[in-house]
């Protein structure tokens, strides 16, 4: 198997100067709790990888459901 044909780490996961996940980990190293760190992934995550896929518009609503529930969780609902 070549890393471009690799299913757990495919070439989409790999397409920035720096990994996807180093990214998001990065990002989340300040949320205030694993909550608000998780839903911030999802959404970059999908953000991030938006036109690596074949459904572009279907992860970008996956985003918006996620960055609607973290702005949810912060104004405490």
Known sequence: M???NDPVNPQHYRNYKIEVIEILEDAIRRAPDPVTGSLQ???L???LRL????GPL???KK?????????M???GR
Request: proline share 4%.
């Open 51 to 54: 036109w690596d896929k074949d």
């Open 58 to 60: 279907q992860d970008a």
């Open 41 to 43: 992934w999802q959404t």
């Open 63 to 71: 985003a918006r459901w996620y960055l609607n529930r973290l702005i």
């Open 73 to 75: 969780t912060l104004e």
């Open 45 to 47: 995550k999908y953000m």
């Open 2 to 4: 070549t890393p471009d």
